[in-house]
Each structure stands twice: as structure tokens, then as C-alpha cells.
């Protein structure tokens, strides 16, 4: 059995771990912290585990993390790169689902997420956990930056044309839409209630930290300079993305050969599902599961490719790719403890 710790086990990445790892076959659930409810079954607080979770919470500073195979860190970011140090020291391996670990330059982390780097010595070592694109390199990693949920979307849209060089990777436009759970359980005006139903807005328009984590990623398979403009929004549903990628295709290429691209792109990969061509997509199709599905378009038989995808953004977007990776680290089936289907209606 795996071991396993979760530093923030309150928060909605958080309890969508327990949720998975709780029935994971190979996993033993062994610490979980929350820094407020120090003391408290976790059953108490989340119903939904009864009988299923039989822990209470300890303080992140009581709990015995380092007797953990992994610890996962569904935490803000700042919290993972204080203590993965120590962790890795100790033997543990870390998976961290905020962005401390995701982009290589200090500089640019730092810019963008407004706090100083303390641990710059392991972005280096540390593997972007998109399992789809880096399954080697997850295989054999110690510490693991789990993509962030709009990237997930990006990345598996646009991946299949940049590595065919097909497309100009210069002006690439992606129209993201995300259910509110995306923005934590935190306290928030935007987020609440009276604030976010019945109501449609973008946000981060002018620059949001996915686009240099996209950007950088992206870069890894072509040889053009990637320039993205991306724009999210907030929809007011509980769970649920959709993003709409655009991309001007330079070479020809018929609809069957460009669905072909797809297809073969990720015939070995079960969590993403290619539709038939001119599909449209369902965020529905994906509450609850680790599936991310996506369909092309070609308007008007133009020059221009519409790439739809939609995944649950705690799942395939969040905490489903954490236990995939986890999987992936531990030898084994990529899939394990992950093929729930999509809750409907
Ligand atoms: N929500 C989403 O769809 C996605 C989220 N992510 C990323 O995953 C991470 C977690 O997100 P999410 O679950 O939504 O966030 P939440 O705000 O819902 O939860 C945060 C958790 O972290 C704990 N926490 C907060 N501060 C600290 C600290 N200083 N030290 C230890 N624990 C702390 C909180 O518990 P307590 O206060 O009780 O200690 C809580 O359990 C974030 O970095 C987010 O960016 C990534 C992809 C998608
Ligand atoms: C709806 C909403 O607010 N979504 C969050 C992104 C989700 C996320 O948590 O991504 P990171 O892990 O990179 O922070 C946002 O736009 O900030």
C-alpha cells in the first residue's frame, strides 16, 4: 500500500482527493491536515466520507508527513516549496497541485504569483505532471508540479498541430470558461452566491498567470515562438470547463487527416477522448470523471481550426491528474482508482 498525505485536506482539491484516494485500491490514506480544524474527523466535516475516511484532521506542523510515500499539497501557493525540501530529503515524494514548482524561471514565477521562490534549487528536478504529454519523465519523478486547470485544457487542445508544425503558433486565441469551484473554498466576494449565478464575466483579461505556464510548455514542441492570448471567465455553474482554442493552420490538411492527428495522438491515452468531428462538447459529460474530451471544428471549411475541450476542472484539471501522476510514480496502471464515469444529468 501507498502511504499517502494531503496538506490541505479542507479545501476543494482537497476533499476531491479524499473523495478519490479513499476507494483507490493500492492507497492508504495516513495523514491529512488543515491547519483550523486540528482535531476534527474528517468525516464530520465532509459527510460524503463517512465510512470511507476514518481520520481526523491533524495541523500541518503535528502531522507525521514524513512516514508518507507522497504527499500531495492541495494548498495555496507558497505553502509546497516550504516544505518539499525537507520532504524529499526524508525519502518522500511530492506532488504539488498549486503553480510553486510549475515554471522554470524564478524570475517569471515570481513575477507573476508575487512571492519570492524558496526552494529555486528543486524547479530544476521538478516534472510537469500532464501525464498525456511527460509520462516518462512522471515515471521516474520525485517531485511532481501538477498543471493548472485552464493549461490542462490548452496544452492537450493545441498539442496535437504544434507538433505537426501545421499551425502558426504565433497567434493562437483561447476563449476559457470555468465552473466557480476553480477558485478554491476560500472566502470571496466574487465567489458567492448572490455574486456568481445568474451572472457571466471574464476576468484576467489584460494577463493571467496560465498564459506563461502555457506558453512555456507549449514551446517544448515547436520550434516557433508561441504567442497566446488567452481569456477566462467565469461561469456560474459549481464544477466544469470549457475552453474554445482557435488556431490558423498554415500547411493544408483535410478534416480527416486533422482528425487523424488526433486520434492517433492519443489512442494510448484513456482520459482523453477525441469526439467525431464537429462534436460540441459537454462540461456535463466530464462532472466528476478524469476525462477530458475535445472535438474539432473547421468553420466553414477556412483556415482556421476550433479546437472545443472540456474537463472537471477538480478532476482531470486538479486532483484526478495528482492521483494519475501518483500512479505513474508508484508503477502503476495509469488508470487506477480513476475510471468513474460523468455524473448526469
Ligand atoms: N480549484 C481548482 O479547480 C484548482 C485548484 N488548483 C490549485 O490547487 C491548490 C488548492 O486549491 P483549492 O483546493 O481550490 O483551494 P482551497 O482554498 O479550496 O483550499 C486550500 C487548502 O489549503 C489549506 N491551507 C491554506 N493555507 C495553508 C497554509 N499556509 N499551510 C497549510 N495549509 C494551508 C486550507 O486549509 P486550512 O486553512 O484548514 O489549513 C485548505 O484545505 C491551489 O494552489 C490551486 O491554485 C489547481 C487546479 C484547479
Ligand atoms: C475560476 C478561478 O478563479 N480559477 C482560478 C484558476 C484555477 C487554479 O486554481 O489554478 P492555479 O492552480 O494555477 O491557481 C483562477 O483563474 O485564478
Redesign the pocket.
Known amino acids: 500500500m501507498i502511504k499517502v498525505g494531503i ?8 476533499v476531491e482527493l479524499l473523495r478519490l484516494l479513499a476507494v483507490h485500491p493500492d492507497v492508504q490514506l495516513t495523514a491529512i ?5 486540528d482535531g476534527l474527523p474528517v468525516a464530520d466535516m465532509f459527510p460524503s466520507l463517512r465510512g470511507r475516511v476514518d481520520l481526523a484532521f491533524s495541523s ?1 506542523d503535528k502531522a507525521d508527513l514524513k512516514s508518507c510515500d507522497v504527499v500531495f499539497f ?4 507558497g ?1 509546497a516549496m516550504a516544505q518539499a525540501p525537507e520532504l524529499l530529503a526524508a525519502g518522500v515524494k511530492v506532488i504539488d ?3 510553486d514548482f510549475r515554471l522554470k524561471d524564478q524570475a517569471t514565477f515570481e513575477k507573476w504569483y508575487k512571492i519570492d521562490h524558496t526552494a529555486p534549487e528543486l524547479l530544476e528536478e521538478a516534472v510537469y505532471g500532464l501525464a498525456e504529454l511527460n509520462r516518462d519523465a512522471i515515471k521516474g519523478a520525485r517531485l511532481i508540479a501538477n498543471p ?2 485552464y493549461p490542462t485544457t490548452m496544452q492537450l487542445g493545441y498539442y496535437p498541430l504544434l507538433k505537426a508544425g501545421i499551425i502558426d503558433a504565433g497567434n493562437l486565441i483561447a476563449d476559457c470558461k470555468s465552473g466557480v ?2 477558485a ?3 472566502a470571496e466576494i466574487a465567489t458567492l452566491f448572490s455574486e456568481s449565478s445568474d451572472n457571466f464575466k471574464a476576468y484576467g483579461v489584460s494577463g493571467h498567470r496560465h498564459t506563461p505556464e502555457t506558453t512555456a510548455q507549449l514551446a517544448r514542441f515547436t520550434d516557433q515562438k508561441v504567442g497566446l492570448i488567452f481569456t477566462p471567465h467565469l461561469v456560474p455553474m459549481i464544477r466544469g470547463m470549457h475552453a474554445t482554442l482557435y488556431a490558423r493552420l498554415t500547411k493544408e490538411i483535410d478534416d480527416a487527416a486533422l482528425q487523424a492527428l488526433f486520434e492517433d495522438e492519443y489512442k494510448d491515452s484513456e482520459f482523453v477522448d477525441v469526439m467525431p468531428f464537429g462534436s460540441h462538447p459537454e462540461t456535463r459529460s466530464t462532472r466528476g470523471s478524469n476525462v477530458l474530451r475535445l472535438a474539432l471544428h473547421r468553420p466553414d471549411g477556412g483556415d482556421t481550426v476550433v479546437i472545443l475541450v472540456v474537463q472537471d ?2 478532476v482531470k ?2 486532483s484526478g491528474q495528482a492521483v494519475q501522476c501518483m500512479n505513474l510514480m508508484f508503477g502503476l496502471d495509469e488508470a487506477t482508482g480513476l475510471k468513474q464515469i460523468a455524473l448526469l444529468p
Open positions: 496538506v490541505g485536506g479542507t479545501g476543494y482539491t482537497g491536515t488543515s491547519r483550523k480544524e500541518p492541495a494548498t495555496p501557493h505553502v497541485l498549486a503553480a493548472g486547470c469551484s476553480g478554491g473554498r476560500k476542472n477538480l484539471g486538479a
